[in-house]
């Protein structure tokens, strides 16, 4: 019972490689476990999530947003909103953490392959959908059309910035951002994500969309895609809930039948509108 | 029973412009009463009155602040909705207080054991003894052994604040005052310092955190916000010992001086049966001794540790 | 297997002393505030087992010897090193030791095939609780005695029921007869004070009639309540009204044998500490209260749905039918308010038949 694979509540000692501060609320933690062989046989898929320990603190769950085609560390961002987190938030390169991982299930990635992705991402909500939009690109011929919308309060709220010019230049995908008031300097569009949406107006003919965000941000970019022709099989979103255990014992993260750590957090809209409204 | 009638006939009347009146219900038998709930005329015919009736029900006030509440009350239970009056948890205009004259309630986990746990078909209380019918047969126990502490030493069986009273008053029978058993409060001041800390370590180690004790409570402010389960400030950690648990009543207590009006819920509730009253009766002294204070009494009375003053009549802390 | 043996009461005692060498043994014995599993120590254990108390539902459940109210999963400490660095040290602590759990009804355990089915499940195997499970014998003791607020029979079960125990004792006239039901069993059995008893199986098995016989009756058959249930969940109406007097306290989670929700925090003293496991209620505000401040479940008569849920729709619909609950009566006899589930439930079955026009109730 002494190696994280015999027990389930013993974390990965990781050591922190790199801290970076993405906006004033949320840093990006690159992580390597210190087992050589236990890092290089770290397997997980697009979409699945970990928790992170900081002992003494307690432990909370943030998704693998680096991809599994790019193992060189793993990577986490966390938005400050408590006592762990702000333990994090304090933590520098050399720092040792706990890590519990991969838990979860992924995005459907294979089902999705030979079709148009449309990725609607809104502040930290663009994490997730980083771990599959970098595994899409790193296995380009496999899928379509890759459109990026992805918007925040303001320019200053937005995630991975260092990123976006990269994803702006590619000619393999289309990339749109906005924020939700007009900004010094700002070059891109101004608006609510919802409506750029649809303004967007992406095709639903052989397409499937991957949003997060704030819940009322996502709320209302379901509606528009289905304003947009999009059944909900075709809409998939990834929840946040509170866990303890991540791996379906502990009775926290129900919804109805279903354990957001272990049937989710990856869940598409047909299956959500299945569940009881407890969200 | 010309008192229950008298109060359904009271509450019927009000009911109409009332969003629901809280009062007593048959349980699991004659013995266990459980609130109820009652909302249109028929509910009313659930309704009972009788030394069962051991709920506080002003527990639920805070609840439902702002909605039209009608209470029966027993005179303890009024001391609590004039509590929460006096601190603003709860709202005059939209109480109706449904008193009666109360001749003691049961300790029920106490006749529960000398019922041997059989369902008990009826419970009378007078002369001095409570008589109780089971399955297997007539048990009848002596006052001082089956009323609940608190009622042996009774001095407001009657409602202090009502609107409607279903009289007539002065008729409560009350418990003969000689003979009553030793309180918890009493045995542990006749220890020393060291038994009585190992009287509270045996006690919490059988506490469950569960916090019955708490939810209970009418005066309890903070439930969802409890200092026991903060992080920030720690002040308990969630370790199983008697230290951290003892902490939690220390503090429990701590917010409750002055404010408890020894309802008594807190260890009724207890499902281990612990004696945890006895830590705010303490306290409740203290404040009596240092501010002539009783909670509970006065609805216009401030109570002490709500306010301050440059000079206390009796702390003197020029004279140390 | 086994053949059936006997035992005399006056024997039990002693057989419990004996074993105390080898396990902890834990034994319902009645204490100032009534009967309770307590632990035997085994130079004691004569004075303590003075106090058995087998004719009689536990007030609280064995609950704590498969799931502790409070166990520490890892240690950790940090030291400061002489390059600047802090390393840090993580230790899991496993649970030691054989144990013996005498005296359990079987509904409580039949409780513990609640948590077997979660613990150690396929993807996720819990090694706490599968070392202590490994490790305990289960001796249950045949219900002769129900309380009033008892119905196992109303949710599979029955007051000689074997699922989860390893052995059976029945109480006749001069003792029990004692049924092995696993190895596990078996291997505790291996004592000269109890003898053969094959010839005496018939009047343990009367015993047993008479027992289900005693059970109250229920208001219905549960087993038939996960559809029902889950088709109210938007009732916020009949949970609101159902939830009036309940006081979101935590005595009914605590007291349950089947309730086995935790809660997983780190405590420390400077630079050392331990990750613990401890029980967890989801009648309280903060289970499921998310950082962001939003809560799914913030009121009682949500977290009361979620309680009747899971019991009585969400486990059985995971686990082919099985309910999480074992009918004990316990969260109606320790419920301060006498919230009584038994009655919620039923209410809840007869008011999802009314809202389907085409099924007639009686």
């Known amino acids: 019972m002494n190696s ?276 | 029973m010309p008192q229950l009638e008298s109060l359904k006939d009271a509450i019927a009347k009000a009911l109409p412009e009332l969003d629901v009146v809280i009062a007593w219900g048959r349980g699991l038998d004659a013995l266990g009463a459980t609130p109820l709930f009652i909302t249109k005329p028929e509910d009313l015919d659930d309704m009972i009155l009788g030394p069962s009736c051991v709920h506080n029900l002003a527990t639920y006030l805070p609840g439902l602040r702002d909605r039209k509440v009608g209470i ?129 370590e045996q006690e919490m180690s059988r506490c469950l955190r569960c916090y019955a004790c708490r939810s209970a409570c009418p005066l309890c402010v903070c439930q969802d916000h409890c200092a026991a389960q903060s992080r920030n400030p720690h002040w308990v950690t969630q370790e199983d010992t008697p230290r951290e648990k003892l902490m939690f009543q220390a503090i429990h207590a701590l917010h409750l001086a002055g404010r408890c009006t020894e309802c008594g819920e807190c260890e009724r509730a207890c499902p281990m049966d612990i004696p945890v009253l006895a830590l705010k009766q303490a306290l409740n002294r203290e404040i009596h001794r240092l501010f002539d204070y009783r909670a509970g009494t006065d609805p216009q009375a401030t109570p002490p540790l709500f306010h301050f003053k440059e000079t206390e009549e009796n702390i003197k802390e020029r004279d140390w | 297997m086994a053949t059936t043996l006997f035992i005399q009461r006056g024997d039990i005692a002693a057989w419990l002393a004996d074993t105390a060498a080898t396990h902890t043994v834990y034994a319902p014995l009645r204490d100032k505030t009534g009967v309770h599993f307590h632990r035997l120590c085994a130079q004691d254990a004569a004075a303590q087992t003075q106090a058995l108390e087998l004719d009689r539902q536990a007030q609280t459940p064995p609950k704590n010897v498969l799931l502790p109210a409070c166990e520490t999963l890892l240690e950790f400490s940090y030291a400061k090193q002489e390059d600047g660095s802090t390393s840090l040290d993580v230790q899991p602590v496993m649970p030691q030791g054989a144990v013996l759990l005498f005296g359990p009804r079987p509904c409580d355990a039949r409780a513990f095939t609640v948590f077997d089915r979660v613990y150690d499940a396929g993807r996720g195997k819990d090694p706490y609780y599968t070392a202590r499970r490994a490790a305990t014998v289960v001796a249950s003791v045949v219900c002769t005695r129900p309380e009033q607020s008892c119905f196992c029979t109303a949710v599979g079960g029955a007051p000689d029921d074997t699922e989860g125990s390893d052995i059976l004792f029945t109480p006749v006239q001069d003792g029990f007869i004692v049924r092995p039901l696993t190895q596990a069993g078996e291997a505790v059995l291996r004592h000269p004070l109890f003898t053969e008893a094959a010839h005496r199986e018939e009047e343990a098995a009367d015993v047993c009639a008479a027992a289900r016989a005693a059970v109250p009756c229920a208001p219905a058959d549960f087993t038939a309540a996960p559809e029902p249930v889950a088709a ?121 038949q009314c809202a389907t026009p085409e099924q007639a109730h009686e």
């Open chain 2, 72 to 200: 029966v009350v027993k005179g303890c239970d009024s001391r609590s909705v004039i509590e929460l009056l006096q601190e603003g948890l709860a709202d005059r205009d939209n109480l109706t207080v449904f008193g009666f004259a109360c001749s003691g309630v049961v300790n029920v986990p106490r006749l529960r054991g000398a019922a041997d746990r059989h369902p008990v078909q009826s419970m009378e209380h007078d002369s001095g003894q409570v008589r109780l019918q089971t399955d297997t047969g007539p048990v009848a126990l002596p006052e001082a052994e089956a009323l609940a502490a608190k009622c042996l030493t009774c001095t407001e069986p009657e409602a202090l604040i009502c609107d409607h009273f279903a009289g007539p008053h002065g008729t409560a029978e009350r418990a003969a005052a000689s003979g009553n058993p030793q309180g918890t409060l009493e045995r542990l001041e006749a220890m020393d310092f060291e038994s009585r800390f190992r009287f509270w």
């Open chain 1, 4 to 279: 994280p694979q015999d027990n389930l509540y013993l974390p990965y000692m990781a050591t922190i490689q790199e801290v970076v501060t993405e906006t004033p609320a949320i840093k990006t933690f690159r992580v390597r476990l210190n087992d050589p062989a236990a890092m290089d046989n770290f397997q997980f898929e697009p979409g699945q999530v970990g928790q992170l320990s900081v002992f003494g603190a307690g432990e909370s769950t943030f998704v693998i947003n680096s991809p599994p085609t790019r193992k060189e560390y793993l990577q986490f961002s966390v938005m400050k909103v408590g006592e762990l987190t702000g333990k994090l938030h304090s933590l520098r390169a050399g720092d040792q953490i706990g890590v519990r991982a991969p838990l979860g299930n992924a995005f459907p990635y294979r089902q999705m392959q030979g079709k148009d992705i449309v990725f609607i991402g809104g502040g930290i909500g663009m994490a997730p959908l980083r771990t599959l939009l970098l595994y899409m690109l790193d296995n380009r011929g496999d899928y379509g059309k890759i459109t990026l919308l992805y918007g925040a309060r303001s320019p200053a709220d937005m995630a991975f910035s260092y990123e976006l010019p990269q994803w702006l230049e590619r000619d393999d995908m289309h990339t749109v951002l906005t924020v939700d008031n007009p900004a010094d300097e700002w070059p891109h569009r101004v608006g609510l994500i919802p409506n750029i949406l649809k303004e967007m107006n992406p095709s639903p003919q052989n397409a499937v969309a991957v949003t997060c965000g704030p819940p009322i941000m996502i709320k209302f970019t379901i509606q528009a895609l289905h304003e947009l022709g999009f059944a909900d099989e075709q809409i998939i979103t990834t929840l946040e809930k509170r866990m303890k255990c991540g791996v379906g014992i502990c009775g926290r993260c129900n919804i109805g039948t279903e354990y957001v750590c272990q049937d989710g957090p990856v869940f598409s809209y047909a299956q959500l509108k299945k569940l009881p409204n407890e969200l």
């Open chain 3, 232 to 352: 109210l969940f938007d009732d916020m109406e009949f949970w609101q009204s159902v939830t009036a007097k309940c006081l979101s306290c935590g005595a009914c989670t605590y007291l349950c044998p089947t309730c086995y929700c935790f809660n997983i925090t780190d405590e420390s003293n400077g630079l050392e500490g331990r990750r613990l496991r401890t029980w967890d209620n989801c009648m309280s505000f903060q289970f499921t209260l998310e950082g962001s401040g939003h809560n799914p479940r913030p009121t009682k008569a949500h977290r009361y749905r979620n309680r009747i849920g899971h019991k009585f729709s969400y486990y059985p619909r995971i686990h082919d039918g099985a309910l999480s609950c074992v009918g004990c009566g316990r969260c109606i006899s320790s419920c301060p308010v006498t919230m009584d589930i038994r009655r919620i439930v039923h209410s809840a079955m007869q008011r999802a």
